[in-house]
Nanobody, 123 residues
Framework: QVQLVESGGGLVQAGGSLRPSCAAS????????MGWFRQVPGKEREFVAR????????YYADSVKGRFTISRDNAKNTVYLQMNSLRPEDTAIYYC????????????????WGRGTQVTVSA
């Protein structure tokens, strides 16, 4: 079993930055992908960013492109999401996601979920 644990969410003013992280433990894997989704009450979980674990190829939602950067430290089995120029509309619970083989662009493609970390951006 693989467990994903997020940390580093919080409250920040608009224009500020946060850097949540996601640590994988258990029977981790070196292929596949890890990334982030976000969700607000009453809406579906939305793809934010992903990174392939073998080649480091990244992919972002248009809404965060140029503001968010995803990176990984394979030695620590950890993925980071550097979030800059935050906006109130970025407020959500951010969930770490992983897929053992291949990549994902929607929640249906995810094998493993973390429990989430709250990110709140005040105006």
């Amino acid at each position: 079993q693989v467990q994903l644990v997020e940390s580093g969410g919080g409250l920040v003013q608009a224009g500020g930055s946060l850097r949540p992280s996601c640590a994988a433990s258990g029977r981790t894997f070196s292929s596949g992908a890890m990334g982030w989704f976000r969700q607000v009450p009453g809406k579906e979980r939305e793809f934010v960013a992903r990174i392939s674990l073998s080649g480091g190829v990244t992919y972002y939602a248009d809404s965060v492109k140029g503001r968010f950067t995803i990176s990984r430290d394979n030695a620590k089995n950890t993925v980071y999401l550097q979030m800059n120029s935050l906006r109130p509309e970025d407020t959500a619970i951010y969930y770490c996601a992983a897929r053992r083989v291949g990549v994902f662009t929607s929640a249906r493609g995810v094998d493993i979920w973390g429990r989430g970390t709250q990110v709140t951006v005040s105006a």
